[in-house]
């Protein structure tokens, strides 16, 4: 028997009939047939990593195109901004995160950081759509609860197949004063002398997940002061809880003044050389 080719079915146990008598070589054409299909696993694997490779290859050019990767700390402001994206190293895991740091026409600077569930290339479209239309909406100057409710419209209205979470808020640079609301994305971390904790996040539950309504809060920030904006991939890991995780962030935090220094501390002390889920930050220095 030749290796790897499977040859024990209908030859001796079925043969075939027709018309009343045995029809000759029929067992051998069915041998020869099914000898082929055995090579088709391996082609259809073949195929199947190709495919996945290339959706990766699409969903990070798209992502590229839409999110303005900054290869170093730019100004915003009132504020210093360091921004990371780190893609996760499985093929068919590359998400939906997304961010926006901008100025609004009346001076305010907008902030925002989602996360869209699933990934591929629906995830990023779903990012590709929700960053947009945020985008598009806090121009009318609407209070951040109002921006989320109608993120939560538009999910419900598309019908995702997928939540979302984001977070999104002005910053005031004269007054610098945060005002914010969120939908079930993990609190920002504040970073304020040697200290470091996550902020209490207003009520908000997941895009496309209810029609419950968003609150909003309000944080006096300081010169010095360092916010940090991430997603749920830089906390999330099988073998540890999320609380575990934000633990650690908070503990690796406490003390950092610089922006920079602060996304490669916590990257260092959270990240994975195998990340299952992509992983987005934003830093922020009040100046």
Known sequence: MTPGIVSTWLITSQPKERGGRTVAGVAASEGRKVRRSATRPVADNARLVAALAQERHVTLELQR???????????????????????????????????????????????????????????????????????????????????????????????????????????????????????????????????????????????????????????QLEPGDLLLLYSDGLIERRDRSLEAGLATLTCSAAGISDPERLIATVLDALGSTDPEDDTCLVALRVL
């Not at 950081?113 to 590709?128: K, P």
């Open 65 to 219: 195109a839409i999110l303005p990767l900054h290869e170093g700390p730019f100004d915003l402001p009132g504020l210093r901004a360091v921004v990371r994206y780190l893609p996760a190293s499985r093929d068919s895991r590359v998400g939906g995160d997304w961010y926006i740091t901008a100025e609004m026409p009346d001076g305010h600077v907008l902030i925002a950081i989602g996360d869209v569930g699933g990934h591929g290339l629906a995830a990023a479209a779903g990012m590709a759509r929700l960053r947009g239309a945020l985008a598009g909406l806090a121009i009318t100057g609407s209070p951040p609860q109002r921006l989320v409710g109608w993120l939560n419209d538009l999910v419900h209205h598309v019908g995702a197949e997928h939540t979302a979470s984001v977070m999104t808020g002005y910053f005031d640079p004269p007054s610098r004063i945060l005002t914010w609301a969120q939908a079930g994305h993990p609190p920002p971390l504040l970073v304020r002398g040697k200290q470091a904790w996550p902020l209490v996040p207003p009520a908000g539950t997941l895009l496309g997940a209810g029609r419950d309504g968003y609150e909003v809060a309000s944080l």
